[in-house]
């Protein structure tokens, strides 16, 4: 068998890969990467992300008035990511986020010539449990699509370039251990079938989380508190997300952490354009706050969901119903002004950064998105009436589960207390969209509470939304310099992980769940840190 060698090796080429690639180079060290995808996907997932990054103490912040800490984020993490030990490796790994989200993170990026829109965001206040205390999520002007293609020309042009080999197209079945010490790996040019081997002196897993793939180790992983995994559950993650290298590390006494906690979003629809080789392809939408969220039978969800809201528990309360799925009732006036996907390629104005036409949707609704999704999905439903609509979602289920005047009786009613005025407002929705409307970056893209049923407001519109897998909230475990840890609390020498397949930090950086915006940011986080372990630096 054919032996190569290089000094560094970085299997997979994501975000998470590519930021540790760079701080490798800026240390004048060589470097292999070794991605499964094929060259014109060289960046992964974050390249059709919406591009979202939680950040602490930014000028945006700052100018908006928000006041932020360190100490507020991490107390928010712990408390939202159901953290029992502080002192555990996700803990360890929440609070340096927290301390270095500027430094790292936001610093590293804005040199890399990416740019953020200066409404931050505020996603995942939480709804039994109180989430982000603040506004933190930062958009990426361009979305993921631009940031990742900002960081991997980066990467590409870099003046050390020389230094840097790329093998698309193989992949890493295998690390080899020695003695406690990761020595190389073993390859599959997936396109001749060629097996080999590479030494290294510096292995750095990049791999990606187990929510990709044919989605056999989301179901076998999957949480007790979510009921059982459904059967029309989708992908939203990674095609070659299938946890190849987790395996492999568990038979070597390196089992990964946390493998039962997962990120999954609860208004998946199959993808229009499904990609090439990916098992249930799925895209996420992000429903309207205003929209009334019902379960298969037509009944409102109670509490109610209000989306943007608190993502697991959405999807804890969508999978305890029998059907484990759901629809979300609107009107054409506020798919317009609210819905989104949450995704690079259908949010074009934000992706090629036309401010124009940014501006156009949100002072007068993005049509160009609603019309296109309602051409291109059978599960967006439209029609005049109430009762053609509920017609036509049952033609979705052999079974004709919508109960129209369940779903009848639900909407007037939120209709009514919308027609008795503001400070009779006792609707759980409702108050939260009071308090939602009092923040300048909430208010532009809420509806002014619009009711349902509405004539002037229609057509109305129903979308039937799937479970949707997403991220691993687990992973391999990690120090603070992104060295692997075995089962005893060992070091395993010249061995990383960094990004999902670490589960973004520690195995276990969010905990439970996330504040949101930390997955990107993570993965850069992690991949800096063991770059710079490697090249013998501290950020």
């Known amino acids: 068998m054919t032996v190569l060698e290089y000094e560094n090796i970085i299997v997979g080429g994501g975000l998470a890969g590519i930021s540790a690639a760079i701080e490798l180079l800026d240390n004048n060290k060589k470097v292999l990467i070794i991605d499964r995808d094929t060259e014109e996907n060289f960046g992964g997932l974050a390249k059709k992300s919406f591009g979202g990054i939680l950040f602490s103490g930014t000028p945006q912040q700052k100018r908006a008035g928000i006041k932020d800490s360190a100490t507020l984020l991490y107390e928010d993490w712990l408390r939202y990511g159901n953290f029992t030990e502080t002192d555990s490796l996700g803990a360890q790994w929440a609070k340096f986020y927290s301390e270095h989200s500027i430094s790292i993170i936001y610093n590293w990026l804005i040199t890399k010539k990416v740019d953020f829109l200066p409404v931050v965001n505020w996603p995942e206040r939480g709804m039994d449990v109180k989430g982000n205390s603040v506004p933190r999520w930062h958009i990426t002007w361009g979305t ?18 020389e230094q840097l080999e790329i093998k698309f197209q193989h992949k890493v079945a295998s690390i080899i251990i020695d003695n406690k010490k990761a020595i190389g790996v073993e390859v599959i040019d997936e396109l001749t079938k060629e097996k080999f081997n590479i030494t290294s002196k510096n292995i750095v897993v990049a791999s990606g989380g187990i929510t990709g793939g044919n989605l056999e180790l989301v179901k076998n992983n999957w949480h007790p508190n979510l009921s059982t995994p459904p059967d029309s559950l989708l992908n939203g993650s990674h095609k070659y997300a299938d946890g190849t290298i987790h395996l492999d590390l568990e038979q070597k006494e390196i089992p990964s952490s946390n493998l039962n906690k997962q990120w999954h979003y609860a208004a998946g629809i199959p993808s229009p354009h499904p990609e090439t080789g990916k098992f249930r392809d799925g895209l996420s939408l992000v429903p309207p706050r205003s929209a009334i969220w019902v379960d298969a039978t037509g009944k409102r969800f109670t509490p109610p969901l209000v989306a943007y809201t608190d993502t697991s528990y959405f999807v804890e309360h969508i999978l305890k119903t029998k059907e484990q799925y759901s629809w979300s009732i609107m009107n ?3 798919a317009i002004k609210e819905l989104a996907v949450s ?3 259908y ?13 156009r949707d949100v002072l007068f609704g993005n049509k160009t998105l609603v019309n296109r999704l309602i051409e291109e999905s059978d599960h967006f439903i439209v029609a005049d009436k109430l ?18 005047e369940i779903l009848k009786k639900d909407l007037n009613a939120y209709d009514d207390e919308i027609e008795r005025g503001k400070k009779y407002f006792n609707d759980e929705q409702l108050r939260r969209l009071v308090n939602f409307r009092l923040y300048k970056g909430d208010r532009i893209r809420t509806s002014k509470f619009q009711k349902i049923l509405d004539p002037k407001a229609g057509p ?16 391999i475990p990690t120090n603070l310099n992104s060295q692997v840890i075995d089962k005893d609390g060992n070091v395993i020498s010249g061995l990383y992980a960094v990004g999902e397949a670490a589960g973004f930090g520690g195995g276990g950086i969010h905990g439970s ?8 940011g993570s993965c850069i986080l992690t991949g ?3 770059g710079a372990n490697i090249a013998g630096i501290t950020l």
């Open 144 to 161: 993921g699509y631009d940031l990742s293609n900002k960081v991997t020309n980066y990467l590409l042009n870099h003046q050390k370039k």
């Open 332 to 334: 054409w006036k506020i």
């Open 343 to 345: 995704g690079s390629d």
């Open 347 to 359: 949010m074009t104005a934000f992706r090629h950064r036309d401010k124009l036409r940014l501006i």
């Open 387 to 404: 009762d053609d609509l509920v017609k036509k979602m049952n033609e979705q289920d052999i079974n004709n589960k919508v109960n129209f």
């Open 460 to 475: 109305l519109i129903a979308v039937k939304q799937y479970i949707l897998s997403r991220k691993s909230l687990g992973g």
């Open 513 to 520: 769940r996330s504040l949101e915006g930390t997955f990107l």
């Open 528 to 530: 800096r840190v063991a």
